[in-house]
Structures are given as structure tokens and as C-alpha cells.
């Protein structure tokens, strides 16, 4: 009985290995020993650091070298269009000036000299969408393709080694914000901040989520391009504080200075509110959403620090005072509610020359460190070269 169980079983395994042997390497669950189809090259071009986002990446205010309430000719020397008898707003932002996507020579990745090629995506107003693939959702703006189907053409071109992205303020309503703050300082009389917290409290979540989308969207192009995640470094920053809490102003509460000549009308609460809630806020939340996506993470809270419109530690450049980068201040003044328009609305609160170059430094510092999430900060009374990463 058993020889004959044992020659059945030999006949059965004989009949099912010759069957095996007939299928195809894939059908018999033996592809494992084929050879895996070779990953597409990563391309062989310059080393490319690239810039994505909104405003505060692209380059917005990059005119302004300070701020002055000066109305003619350069402004006290502070307007970098000036050419000695116009205003040329393309000498600083080139072509983008008239899309208004106001990318401009001083951007955070063009003042990041961290690779030999450095290039500018991002557009002031851009929400998350405007940085998805078109294929999934994406949006074009101001007459360019999206973001993200633009990375795609960078990567196959040039070796890409870093993607700076700063996103998430414009789904948040940040602009909205500012303009409902200056509106009640200026014509209601009344605090913002109760209102706002509200609006930023219920768009979080969406805004958040985009966030994170762009991040998931950015990673797909790269990988379509043939990148492996250690290829490539993917960095999402925060946003800076463009004001001081209040017992930093120098101007008084009272009276329509913070206005009129300050270029920062606040009222006490809402700069509070702005500078110790708001700014923390939505810092914590993207340090979240980098952490979910494996991405590296710069906390710029603090990054003007001192250097805020309308700050103690600094002043407004005059016709006898020229300006400076340990002076002067680091962002834009609110170009509205002055006696004289100067520029844009949309260059207000603002990173401007000196902000932008700060930021530039902070990214070149975070680019020697190939890992960790870090704050950038500024050294009082120095200029760019004295930004500094604290650990987070």
C-alpha cells in the first residue's frame, strides 16, 4: 500500500513540475528572478535648488530696501525701480511683474546660491491648488500651468536637488486677514482678532490637508521623473511675523501714527493676537503636516524678530538717513492708509530686499543640515550674515 501511494505521489510531483516548468516566469510566481526594469536616470544636468509656492517664496516686495513715507524719486533710496526718473517695477520682478506673480531678484532661492542652478516657481496668490498636477486636480494662475507639471519639466532637465515650498497662507485667507485688521484700525474702530480667529480656526483643516496634498503631489512628479526619495530634499516652511506684539511698536496706539507714517495700523490686541497666537498657530500646524509627509521643516516665526514694521529696533530710511540692513525694517509697511501710495497693495507685509536676503540665508544654513526640523532667527544688529537655526 505505501509503495504504491509513494509511486502516485512521485508520478503527481514528476507531472506537476514538468507543468510548472512550461509557464511563463511571472505565471509561475517566479519573478523575483528576472531582472527588475532599470529606474530612469536621474538627469545628468546642473544641480538645481527650486522654489514652489505663494508670495512669500516668490519674492514679493523684493522692490523695497526698507521703507520710507518719502514719495519722490527713490524714496529715500528705498525703491529699487526707481531709474533715476520712472518706476520700473520689472527691473526687480522681470516678466513676472506684469502677471503679478512678482518673482524677484532677491527671492529666498535666488539669495540660496546652495546649488548651481536656482529657479523660481512660485507666484504671489497662489493657493494649494495652484501647486497639484493638472492631471489631479491641479490649477493653472496667472496664465502659467500649474506648479507642480512645471517642476515636472525642471526635473527632467536639471538635477534637482532641493524643493523649497512655502504654501497654505492664501487657503488660510492670511490676506484677508491683514485687510479686515487695517480695516477695523482705520475705519470701524474696533478689534479683528475674534472674528479671524475664527475664519483661520474653520479653514484649517482644508487648508491643511492641501497642504499636505501638494507635498504628495510634488513627491509623484519626482518619482515620474525618476528620483528616489533620497535623491532629493523637500523643505516646507512657515511664514514670519511682518509685526511686533505690541510692546515692541514704537509708535503709540493712540493717535493715527501707526498709520499715517508707520505703515502698520494695528490695534494693540490684534498685533498681539497676530504676533503670539496667529503666526504660532499655523506654524505648528505645517510642522505637522511636513512631520505626516517626511519632509524637512523651517519655522520662520521668529525670522524677523526686531526687524518687523514698525519695530522699536528699527527705523524708517529719510531724505538724511539712508537705508540699512542692521537698521532698517525687514518688511513691507502697509502701502495703504498713507498719505501717498508708493507701490502695491499686494507687496504689504511682505519679506522685502533685506527679508528676502535673511531668508535666503536661513535656507542656505538649512541645506548644510541634510536633517532635522529648525527655527531661523536673526542677529541684532547684524545684517543677513547673522541668521542662525536653533533646533525644533
Same mark, same amino acid.
Not at 506673480?101 to 512660485?122: G, I, K
Not at 486677514?177 to 470701524?188: G, N
Not at 513627491?219 to 523643505?235: E, L, N
Given at each position: ?24 516566469? =511571472? ?29 512669500? $517664496? ?108 512655502? $504654501? ?9 486677514? $491683514? ?20 475664519? $483661520? ?36 516652511? =512657515? ?17 493715527? =501714527? ?11 490686541? #490684534?498685533? #498681539? ?10 506654524? /505648528? ?38 537705508? =540699512? ?6 518688511? /513691507?509697511?502697509? #502701502? ?57
Amino acid at each position: 500500500m505505501c509503495s504504491s501511494i509513494t509511486r502516485r505521489t512521485t508520478r503527481f510531483t514528476r507531472r506537476l513540475l514538468a507543468a510548472v516548468l512550461t509557464l511563463p516566469l =511571472s505565471a509561475a510566481g517566479l519573478v523575483a528572478f528576472a531582472a527588475a526594469p532599470a529606474r530612469a536616470a536621474t538627469p545628468s544636468g546642473a544641480t538645481a535648488s527650486v522654489s514652489m509656492g505663494d508670495s512669500y $517664496i516668490s519674492g514679493e516686495a523684493g522692490r523695497w530696501k526698507g521703507n520710507s513715507v518719502v514719495t519722490s524719486g527713490s524714496r529715500a533710496s528705498t525703491d529699487r525701480a526707481w531709474t533715476g526718473s520712472a518706476y520700473d517695477p520689472a527691473r526687480v520682478y522681470g516678466a513676472t511683474y506684469a502677471s503679478g506673480c512678482d518673482r524677484s531678484d532677491v527671492a529666498e532661492v535666488r539669495s540660496a546660491p546652495v546649488t548651481q542652478t536656482q529657479l523660481n516657481l512660485a507666484c504671489s496668490g497662489a493657493v494649494a491648488a495652484n501647486v497639484y498636477r493638472a492631471a489631479n486636480g491641479g490649477q493653472s494662475f496667472k496664465g502659467e500651468a500649474p506648479q507642480a507639471d512645471q517642476l515636472a519639466a525642471v526635473a527632467s532637465q536639471y538635477n534637482v536637488k532641493l524643493i523649497t515650498l512655502s $504654501i497654505g497662507g492664501n487657503d488660510l485667507g492670511f490676506s484677508d486677514v $491683514i485687510t479686515t485688521c487695517v480695516s477695523d484700525y482705520l475705519v470701524w474702530y474696533s478689534y479683528c482678532n475674534d472674528d479671524q480667529q475664527a475664519a $483661520i480656526d474653520s479653514r484649517m483643516p482644508a487648508a491643511m490637508a492641501g497642504v499636505g496634498k501638494a507635498l504628495d503631489e510634488i513627491r509623484a512628479v519626482m518619482s515620474g521623473a525618476g528620483y528616489t526619495a533620497g535623491d532629493y530634499r523637500i523643505v516646507l516652511q =512657515s511664514y514670519p511675523s511682518p509685526i511686533p506684539r505690541s510692546a515692541e511698536m514704537r509708535y503709540p496706539e493712540s493717535g493715527w =501714527s501707526r498709520s499715517d507714517t508707520g505703515g502698520c495700523p494695528f490695534w494693540n490686541g #490684534d498685533a #498681539d493676537w497676530a504676533r503670539d497666537s496667529l503666526v504660532p498657530q499655523i506654524s /505648528r500646524a505645517l510642522a505637522g503636516v511636513a512631520a505626516s509627509k517626511g519632509a524637512q521643516f523651517l519655522d520662520l516665526g521668529d525670522m524677523l524678530q526686531g526687524r518687523e514694521v514698525c519695530s522699536k529696533a528699527t527705523r524708517q530710511a529719510t531724505s538724511t538717513t539712508a537705508p =540699512s540692513a542692521t537698521t532698517s525694517e525687514w518688511a /513691507r509697511f502697509v #502701502d495703504a492708509g498713507l498719505s501717498s501710495s508708493q507701490g502695491t497693495v499686494q507687496e504689504s507685509m511682505h519679506p522685502n530686499y533685506y527679508g528676502q536676503q535673511a531668508l535666503g540665508q536661513c535656507l542656505t544654513l538649512l541645506y548644510a543640515r541634510p536633517s532635522g526640523n529648525y527655527a531661523c532667527r536673526n542677529t541684532a544688529g547684524q545684517d543677513a550674515s547673522g541668521m542662525y537655526l536653533t533646533a525644533k
